[in-house]
């Protein structure tokens, strides 16, 4: 059971990008699915959760909060984050993988099921 994130690439900054995160080997009722991000140089950190067991309720990071938003599909077992307004500051190698536990936050240390990650690059 894993992730594929897709969708990453180059992107000048003010503009959009859209990432996938398909569930592989399960699907996402009951459990938060997160989005993370590691930048080089710097420790993984949280972007924004979705709730499939508490009615799809979300969760940002103050970085990305009115800029990002997170969905998902659960028919397709699939998790979206829409990128608007990036910055240089948002590259990073993106990550999604779930919370099966009772823990509410992005901690990534309570997260598993990680999928490689996929480029995002903010840069004129």
């Known amino acids: 059971s894993q992730f594929v994130e897709s969708g990453g690439g180059l992107v000048q900054p003010g503009g959009s990008l859209a990432l996938s995160c398909a569930a592989s080997?399960?699907?996402?009722?009951?459990?938060?699915i997160g989005w993370f991000r590691q930048a080089p140089g710097k420790e993984r950190e949280g972007v924004a959760y979705?709730?499939?067991?508490?009615?799809?309720?979300?969760y940002y990071a103050d970085s990305v909060k009115g800029r990002f938003t997170i969905s998902a599909d659960n028919a397709k077992a699939t998790v979206y984050l829409h990128m608007n307004s990036l910055k240089p500051e948002d590259t990073a190698i993106y990550y999604c993988a779930v919370n099966r536990g009772w823990y509410s936050g992005l901690d990534p240390d309570q997260y598993d099921y990680w999928g490689q990650g996929t480029q995002v690059t903010v840069s004129s």
């Open positions: 080997g399960f699907t996402l009722d009951h459990y938060d």
């Open positions: 979705i709730s499939m067991r508490i009615e799809a309720t979300t």
